[in-house]
Nanobody, 124 residues
């Protein structure tokens, strides 16, 4: 019943920008902290960005801080990740997740639902 669907993935040049979207259904989106995570071959899934029930509380990994921006439209039940100044190391499958806890020190905690992922490839 709970569905998270990422969209907007694709290929982009180094230094370019891309925006990912995630639509959520089956939960009360307004009550749910949301997160973005990514995974590259040979690595564990890593945290990217976290956002609280509104846009006031946000947390980013050091690797994307200042380049990525997470936002949400609670009216549209949609989560976004604006990615700027993309680098080769940003190439990954990006996942959105929904949970019940805004926990910047342990972002995976409380994430109960996950999307299938969207591939972002940065060409260099």
């Amino acid at each position: 019943q709970v569905q998270l669907v990422e969209s907007g993935g694709g290929s982009v040049q180094t230094g370019g920008s891309l925006t990912l979207s995630c639509t959520i259904s089956g939960i009360h989106f307004n009550d749910s902290p949301m997160g973005w995570f990514r995974q590259t071959p040979g690595k564990e899934r890593e945290f990217v960005a976290l956002i609280g029930r509104d846009s006031k509380n946000q947390h980013y990994s050091d690797s994307v801080k200042g380049r990525f921006a997470v936002s949400r439209d609670n009216f549209k039940n949609t989560l976004y990740l604006q990615m700027n100044r993309l680098r080769s190391e940003d190439t990954a499958v990006y996942y959105c997740a929904a949970g019940s806890i805004y926990y910047p020190s342990e972002p995976f905690t409380g994430m109960d639902y996950w999307g299938k992922g969207a591939l972002v490839t940065v060409d260099s």
